[in-house]
């Protein structure tokens, strides 16, 4: 309404009407708008949450397969350091087995005292 143009109740009515039509209008608007960036927001946390969750996976993937690797490689190094063992054994007990016992060398040692008393009496009648 202009300035010169008098309220009535009935011009009062619909102003008000028109005006609480447009406020409701960008309220609605606003709120159509908000409802759309919490969508799109729900949306991309979704998919972060997916990404996250497959990457995660390969992570995980990733780990499993490092661990594998691994444990096969401390399997083979567990494998090599019995074999080096057994050979080391193997040839500790050959070692031994070629060494003189303490009774052979005792048997040795006789021997050798009862061959030199043997030859001093032997040369000991020839004089």
Do not use: C, H, P
Not at 35 to 42: F, G, S, T, V, Y
Request: glycine share 6%; proline share 0%; net charge neutral.
């Amino acid at each position: 309404m202009n300035g010169s143009e008098e309220w009535s109740l009935g011009s009062l009515r619909a102003s008000l009407m028109r005006a609480i039509s447009d406020q409701d209008k960008r309220w609605s608007d606003l709120a159509g708008a908000q409802d759309k960036a919490i969508q799109a927001a729900l949306v991309a946390q979704d998919k972060a949450v997916q990404a996250a969750l497959v990457a995660q996976e390969k992570a995980v993937q990733a780990a499993l397969a490092a661990s594998n690797k691994a444990v096969d490689k401390a399997e083979a190094a567990a494998r090599e350091w019995q074999q080096s063992a057994n050979e080391w054994r193997g040839a500790m007990s050959d070692r031994e087995y070629s060494f003189v016992s303490r009774r052979e060398l005792w048997g040795y040692i006789l021997g050798a005292v009862g061959l030199v008393t043997g030859i001093i009496t032997v040369l000991d009648r020839s004089r």
